[in-house]
């Protein structure tokens, strides 16, 4: 769904141009029939401000205080009617658009992770424990691991997943065993297939 952008950094002469140039193409707009706030009163904002600029240009401290009050009055105009365009368009793109406002990006979905390339199994410090390291791929969050108990022609069982490092520490296993492992990287977008087995020897 399609939202509006605001951009309340412009300088007062572009929000004044950015207003008419809304209420001229949402004048007759079949999409935004009795706006809310009014068209006459977004122009009367707009004016306002416009008037209040020009004689605070001589650098007169009460007249710049009113161009702030007259500028913070159109702001709460745009957001009102920004909120109306919102609901009128149900998010279409279009419809937005035609109202003279100009709509967000949409960020881009993060891909699903590669199958991770390399997978290492080395000896811990301790008995019973290999430790299993994986090169980082890129866009992955999390890590899976999972473990051949006896061979690789006995079915893999889940030991534990790794959050960004690609590192796992595989406990309580047999001294002086094979044990294969595979691995693979998630993120929100979805998991990648299983890396090809590694295989380490406990001590």
């Given at each position: 769904m399609a939202r509006i952008k605001l951009n309340f950094r412009k300088s007062v002469a572009q929000q004044v141009e950015k207003t008419r140039e809304i209420i001229l193409q949402s004048t007759g707009n079949p999409n935004l029939v009795?706006?809310?706030?009014?068209?006459?009163?977004?122009?009367?904002?707009?004016?306002?401000l416009e008037l209040a600029s020009i004689e605070a240009s001589g650098g007169d401290k009460d007249e710049k205080a009113i161009m702030r009050?007259?500028?913070?009055?159109?702001?709460?105009?745009?957001?009102?009617?920004?909120?109306f365009v919102q609901t009128q368009s149900g998010g279409d793109e279009e419809i937005i658009l035609s109202s003279g406002f100009e709509v967000r990006k949409q960020p881009s979905p993060i891909p699903v992770p590669a199958i991770p390339p390399t997978v290492k199994v080395l000896p811990a410090t301790h008995e019973g424990q290999l430790v299993v390291v994986v090169k980082p791929v890129r866009d992955a969050s999390a890590y899976l691991f999972r473990m051949y108990p006896g061979s690789l022609?006995?079915?893999?069982?889940?030991?534990?997943?790794?959050?960004?490092?690609?590192?796992?520490?595989?406990?309580?296993l047999n001294g002086l065993s094979r044990y294969w492992f595979s691995v693979c990287a998630m993120n929100a977008s979805g998991m990648s297939g299983w890396s090809d087995p590694a295989m380490g020897i406990t001590l």
């Amino acid at each position: 769904m399609a939202r509006i952008k605001l951009n309340f950094r412009k300088s007062v002469a572009q929000q004044v141009e950015k207003t008419r140039e809304i209420i001229l193409q949402s004048t007759g707009n079949p999409n935004l029939v009795n706006p809310v706030p009014s068209l006459a009163d977004l122009a009367t904002a707009a004016d306002s401000l416009e008037l209040a600029s020009i004689e605070a240009s001589g650098g007169d401290k009460d007249e710049k205080a009113i161009m702030r009050i007259r500028r913070k009055e159109l702001k709460v105009l745009i957001v009102r009617f920004a909120d109306f365009v919102q609901t009128q368009s149900g998010g279409d793109e279009e419809i937005i658009l035609s109202s003279g406002f100009e709509v967000r990006k949409q960020p881009s979905p993060i891909p699903v992770p590669a199958i991770p390339p390399t997978v290492k199994v080395l000896p811990a410090t301790h008995e019973g424990q290999l430790v299993v390291v994986v090169k980082p791929v890129r866009d992955a969050s999390a890590y899976l691991f999972r473990m051949y108990p006896g061979s690789l022609s006995e079915a893999p069982v889940i030991i534990g997943a790794s959050v960004k490092k690609g590192r796992f520490v595989a406990q309580n296993l047999n001294g002086l065993s094979r044990y294969w492992f595979s691995v693979c990287a998630m993120n929100a977008s979805g998991m990648s297939g299983w890396s090809d087995p590694a295989m380490g020897i406990t001590l």
